[in-house]
């Protein structure tokens, strides 16, 4: 199975300032996560016959030439089932049709499996190339630093849990929506974990310590400089405080955060 990564660069906030897309398959292919047009895609685009399109999410940067690719290909576009709406307005383009966890599609006699992959969004899928074979995570993970998971529409309780799968899936690989491929899955993916149990514990003991609104949980709970992120670090700890109220660990009405009192 041929599996191409395409870096194209786009606009909106990425943590490389490119997003990769992806083609599966050598002569029939699946275009994934066409996030911008630029000559080496059209080129990998026009050497195969393209058959499907979709996106493993639909933020910005990872479907601005979507429609562009669909209108010169006979491809079948993909949504994710449930998600119809947001697609099209994300894309400016009707999907033909709808997938959801578990669903196959097939180039090159070779299965590729939707694996359900929620947090960083709400619509994030991954796929499976082949039985137990490299896995297109988008934004689930990536091999430096970490990703953001912020509110309304991330979810930090699903993002942990999909964390949690793709280890348990064991893939041979991960390729993500940005930066290099990721060739020791297991290690990132424990390294994200850990990374989200470390903000999670600051942002309790800064709830605890006596931080109610969110600018001065925020301020406890990252000891660094937020300038250029601070709005993202913001929906951070927001997504973090809705998980910890959820789980019962303190009470957060959208506004304020009050510690819950621990019993003997």
Not at 133 to 151: H, M, N, T
Not at 205 to 212: F, I, L, R
Request: hydrophobic share 35%; net charge negative; proline share 6%.
């Amino acid at each position: 199975m041929s599996l191409t990564r395409c870096p194209v660069p786009v606009s909106t906030y990425a943590p490389t300032g490119t997003t990769n897309a992806y083609l599966i398959g050598r002569e029939s292919a699946v275009l994934v996560d066409p996030a911008a047009r630029t000559d080496e895609l059209d080129r990998l685009v026009a050497d195969r016959s393209v058959e499907h399109i979709l996106a493993t999410h639909t933020h910005p940067d990872h479907v601005g030439a979507l429609q562009s690719y669909a209108n010169e290909t006979d491809a079948t576009v993909w949504a994710r089932y449930g998600r119809r709406e947001r697609f099209a307005d994300a894309t400016g383009l009707e999907p033909d049709r709808t997938l959801q966890p578990g669903t196959t599609l097939s180039v090159d006699d070779e299965r590729i499996r939707i694996v359900g992959a929620p947090g960083h969004a709400a619509d994030h899928i991954a796929l499976e190339v082949g039985c137990g074979g490299p896995i297109l995570c988008g934004d689930c993970a990536i091999r430096e630093g970490s990703v953001v998971v912020g509110a309304p529409d991330g979810d930090m309780r699903a993002y942990v849990s999909t964390l949690r799968r793709l280890w348990t899936m064991d893939p041979p690989t991960l390729h993500p929506g940005h930066g290099p491929v990721i060739d020791d899955p297991r290690a990132t993916l424990e390294r994200l974990l850990a990374h989200r149990r470390r903000r999670e514990r600051t942002v309790n003991d800064a709830v605890e310590s006596g931080a109610n609104d969110l600018e001065e949980i925020l301020e406890r709970a990252y000891e660094k400089d937020l300038s250029g992120v601070r709005e993202l670090a913001r929906a951070t700890v927001v997504a973090h405080l809705e998980k910890l109220d959820v789980e019962g660990r303190l009470e957060w009405d959208g506004e304020r955060a009050t510690a819950r009192a621990r019993s003997d």
